[in-house]
């Protein structure tokens, strides 16, 4: 497992599970598009703090160069 994203893709990643999260909880108040929401904001973190995305990597796909 190889690091595939740059830096600015983990800071992007990690500001918008941050926003899906607040909405989640604020704004739609965990229904259904709000728990899908805050799963998507958990895996941008945790690929965020990893470095490797699984999608990034079965596309093709790297942002660190």
Do not use: E, H, Q
């Amino acid at each position: 497992m190889t690091v595939n994203m740059a830096g600015w893709d983990r800071i992007v990643r990690v500001i918008l599970a941050v926003v899906f999260i607040m909405v989640s909880a604020f704004v739609l108040r965990f229904n259904t598009l709000g728990i899908i929401l805050t799963i998507i904001g958990v895996v941008f973190v945790l690929t965020s703090l990893v470095g490797w995305c699984p999608l990034y990597t079965a596309l093709g796909f790297r942002t660190k160069r």
